[in-house]
């Protein structure tokens, strides 16, 4: 039996505890540490943690040495480097979310530290763990649709998701989380480097913070009812757990100090709500990639244009269809291959069991840090040719750091 300790019970944290109950066959959940103090009854009575193996504090954590196999680091992005360092020290192996860090030094670093003792660290790139994804890849292998020439990509964020977590939520500012293109869409660009299966050479990118700042505040206040906190929390009771046990929504919006309760239009937010994202590899073929908040609905759309045919995929619907030239088109239901569509349609459940499995058999894994930086240094990449007017960034001078050279 393996064992898991998560550090930072959020959303995610609770995601991976929910895995870990799925699959306690194999892996249990001994401890667990988070700060706010409101969540401990729930930690208790829903995953069975003692009160001895609560800790309000990574401090207090840490100093308890290694108490399980794997720690689960669900943590702000900028706390990740600090935190991974000192599990990788202690001698755990580690299931990080990403980002893995916004800065490029410290996600070499943490590599590195990992190869030289020996410690795996899954990165939380869930996507790759999908059915939906998985068997577009295993289409784009049997040579179905000939060689990729074009793939796009479109993360339709959501206006109610956008508003919850980057403009009122913990990733709203780059200076204190990480750039959008990292923070929310490094699964999207590892996406395209898994399907694609070549080097990046160069990327271009477009994006701005067009709508959700202080001289857009409607006039009149009835403009501004569709993003109403209360309305929203009320309706959506499990993203107010993200932040309070707490689902009386007047009650807690009496804290004027809580972002969530204010208003989009008047917070300290900078981070893009549109960008867009041209990429070249190595072969001279290209990809595209676009991130919106304005959507009515969270989901994700991929069209891959190969040389013999080409796949249209709706990860929302989980249809895939395939276009093959000179041929009959035919579509796949992905909910009749698998029974575990929850959350990122059974990727996270997919990523921890398999993360688990290979620690007990010490073999590879999908989403290995040595696999999972390309994808962060072509968004950090994206990020600077954003801010240089869609100044073309050569990524080729970085290969040798993928490859752990």
């Not at 020290?89 to 990992?114: F, H, Q, T, V």
């Not at 499990?238 to 969530?260: A, Q």
């Not at 398999?354 to 950090?380: C, G, P, Q």
Request: proline residues 2%.
């Amino acid at each position: 039996m393996i064992t898991v300790s998560i550090l930072g019970f959020g959303q995610r944290g609770r995601v991976f505890a929910d895995a870990i109950k799925k699959y306690s066959n194999e892996v249990s959940l001994v401890a667990a540490c988070e700060i706010n103090q409101e969540k401990y009854h729930m930690i208790e009575n829903e995953y069975g943690i003692s009160k001895d193996k609560l800790f309000h504090n990574e401090e207090a954590f840490f100093s308890q040495g290694k108490i399980s196999d794997v720690l689960v680091i669900s943590t702000m992005d900028r706390a990740h480097y600090e935190q991974t360092i000192r599990a990788l020290n202690l001698g755990y192996d580690i299931l990080l979310e990403k980002p893995i860090s916004p800065n490029k030094d410290e996600i070499i670093k943490i590599r590195d530290l990992a190869n030289k003792l020996g410690r795996k660290v899954a990165v939380a790139h869930v996507l790759r763990y999908t059915k939906f994804y998985q068997t577009i890849k295993s289409i784009i292998d049997d040579g179905k649709i000939g060689d990729i020439v074009n793939i796009h990509q479109t993360e339709n964020v959501g206006y109610l998701h956008y508003a919850h977590s980057y403009v009122r939520g913990n990733w709203r500012n780059s200076e204190t989380s990480s750039p959008m293109i990292l923070a929310k869409s490094c699964h999207d660009v590892d996406i395209l480097l898994f399907l694609k299966g070549k080097r990046i050479k160069r990327v271009s990118s477009f994006g701005s913070l067009y709508y959700f700042k202080k001289e857009n505040k409607p006039t009149n206040p009835m403009d501004e009812k569709i993003y109403d906190p209360i309305k929203f929390y009320k309706e959506n009771p499990s993203w107010m757990k993200v932040f309070t046990e707490n689902t009386d929504v007047h009650e807690v919006f009496k804290n004027n100090e809580l972002s969530y309760g204010k208003s989009v239009f008047e917070m300290d937010n900078n981070v893009v709500d549109n960008q867009s994202l041209l990429i070249q590899f190595e072969d001279g073929t290209s990809a595209t990639f676009i991130m919106t908040a304005f959507s009515k609905k969270t989901h994700r759309r991929i069209e891959i244009k190969g040389t013999k045919g080409e796949i249209l995929g709706d990860l929302d619907s989980n249809i895939i269809e395939v276009l093959p030239f000179g041929d009959e088109d035919y579509k796949i239901d992905i909910s009749t291959l698998t029974d575990d569509l929850s959350h990122h349609s059974g990727g996270d459940n997919q990523l921890l069991i398999e993360f688990i499995r290979a620690i007990k058999n010490d073999t590879d894994f999908l989403t290995n840090i040595n696999y999972s930086i390309e994808s962060h240094f072509v968004a950090l990449d994206a990020e600077e040719s954003r801010l240089k007017d869609g100044q073309v960034i050569e990524s080729q001078a970085n290969w040798d750091l993928y490859d752990g050279k």
